[in-house]
């Protein structure tokens, strides 16, 4: 993720985690946005989740949104978008690295098999990533 992505989404993150309060009136809290309807829908959803009272208000005890860079809602079930798209490319790269089929997490992987892969862990993860990405360019 790059680094204009990674502060968006810490932004969105801080906005909803924090009461309506914490954000004191300002001209203009996203100065660097551009004027539009996205940042306009952005700001509402904003307020409206966080406003007490409101018909959409949220606790912020259970308030959990994660933003893409392009401002949209990022899924995170059935899975993550990058691992969808991960466990989708494996299979076509696996033609050309047939010890895949035989080595985790790749074997699972390709099996389709959501438990045995979840078993492989944050390291089975990354290296099922690094090898579906390995010569990308951006």
């Known amino acids: ?7 968006l989404i810490l932004l969105s993150g801080l906005m909803l985690a924090a009461p309506a309060a914490a954000f004191p009136a300002a001209p203009d809290s996203l100065r ?29 005890k259970i308030r959990v949104a994660l933003f893409s860079d392009d401002g949209t809602l990022c899924p995170e079930e059935p899975m993550p978008p ?8 494996v299979k076509p790269l696996a033609q050309k690295h047939p010890k895949w089929r035989s080595k985790e997490p790749f074997k699972s ?5 959501a438990k045995a892969l979840a078993a492989t862990g944050q390291r089975g993860i990354l290296e099922l990533m690094g090898g579906t990405h390995a010569g990308m360019t951006t």
Do not use: C
């Open 1 to 7: 993720m790059n680094r204009v992505g990674g502060h």
């Open 32 to 60: 660097s946005w551009n004027t539009g309807p996205n940042k306009a829908a952005i700001l509402q959803f904003v307020r409206d989740v966080t406003t007490e009272g409101g018909p959409q208000y949220v606790p912020p």
């Open 82 to 89: 990058a691992l969808a798209y991960v466990t989708d490319r």
């Open 109 to 113: 992987a390709l099996a389709r098999n």
